[in-house]
């Protein structure tokens, strides 16, 4: 299914939410200032920059995307789910209301402490959490359903290979794959430190896997440094 989805920068759910990563306001410039992909770049490798955003998350709902991904996988009865770039938390906790038992990983130094204070009375023995970058990983645990809810654009192009093999690795048939990717025709898809897809490269990552839905968002809008084009893929798929 292909939107065209203009974005301004509130609402519940969408690439505003999981793009606008520094918790500031959108502004509402003509033009981009010259230098502000760098800036972009550099702002959103300081973990301050993160965390602020995080705590900026605390009233939004949960990714429809996650919401999906767990209605296509069914009840958690224990089974392993994980959230990659657990971020807020949002995520994590709802897949453990759900009865998943949730492997959260994230870079952010206070991301133990953060969930731990989240998680609900029952979530004890089934909440585990990972405090490392995602090109640090090496392996995942087995699961059943795993979300990547606007987290892997962020991978480098040179690690983004091996950690998609990592991430699929890990997923148990007849599990379930949400993700957020960033397409070819985004407005930030010259910066060198993030990947972007063709739309049939990124049908060809899940090569071998049932897609359950695909949908492109491919249109004007605005983020925290002005008016950009958006260009993303939200992915459900299951491995046979």
Known sequence: MRRAWAWAGTG????????DRTGLAPGAVASPPRGW??????????SKVWADYNA????????SLCLDAMAFAGPGDGRRAIDLGCGAGKETL????????????????????????????DAAGRLSIEVRAF?????????????AGYSLPFIHPDRFAGFWAVMLSAL?????????????RDSWADIPDWNFHTEAGARQLFAGLEILKFEVYDADGQS?????????YDVVARKP
């Open 94 to 121: 709802a897949m453990l209301r759900a009865g998943w038992s949730v492997h959260a990983v994230d870079s952010l130094p206070d991301t133990r402490e953060r969930l731990l204070v989240m998680a609900p009375e």
């Open 12 to 19: 519940r759910d969408g690439p505003g939410l999981g793009l």
């Open 135 to 147: 090109q640090d990983l090496r392996d995942l645990p087995p699961a059943e359903l795993i979300f």
């Open 172 to 184: 148990r048939p007849p599990g379930v794959l949400a993700v957020n990717l960033f397409g070819d």
């Open 56 to 63: 900026a998350q605390a009233d939004r709902p949960v990714r």
């Open 224 to 232: 925290f440094r002005g008016p950009k084009h958006w260009h993303i």
């Open 37 to 46: 992909k760098n800036e972009v770049v550099e702002s959103l490798a300081d």
